[in-house]
């Protein structure tokens, strides 16, 4: 079973930082492109940054130069880190693997987290 479970989520004032994560849980041999996405109330789910295999990031307008994609392949994690937040960041945000293959030979596509809420406070 392979699962991608987020944390970093919470409250924090317009300017603030936070740090998501995103750890692919099993007996993993390699995961192809990784990406964080987010849906605020009543709109729909968006890309926010995504990220290769060999570490190149992509980055929606909105965010470019806010926010930054990591990735450490040795932990199966994949970060989001987000600085100069503004109240319009609030919204889900969900961790999405394009496909994991594990050490048993499965391929396991379109990946998504449970999950996590970011709320920016004016």
């Known amino acids: 079973q392979v699962q991608l479970v987020e944390s970093g989520g919470g409250l924090v004032q317009a300017g603030g930082s936070l740090r998501l994560s995103c750890v692919v849980s099993?007996?993993?041999?390699?995961?192809?492109?990784m990406g964080w996405y987010r849906q605020a109330p009543g709109k729909q789910r968006e890309l926010v940054a995504d990220?290769?295999?060999?570490?190149?990031?992509n980055y929606a307008a909105s965010v470019k130069g806010r926010f930054t994609i990591l990735r450490d392949n040795a932990k199966n994690t994949v970060y989001l880190q987000m600085n100069s937040l503004k109240t319009e960041d609030t919204a889900v945000y969900y961790c999405n693997a394009e496909r994991v293959f594990t050490m048993s030979g499965i391929a396991w596509n379109d990946l998504w987290g449970q999950g996590t809420q970011v709320v920016v406070a004016s």
């Open positions: 990220i290769s295999s060999g570490g190149t990031a």
């Open positions: 099993g007996t993993i041999f390699s995961i192809n492109a």
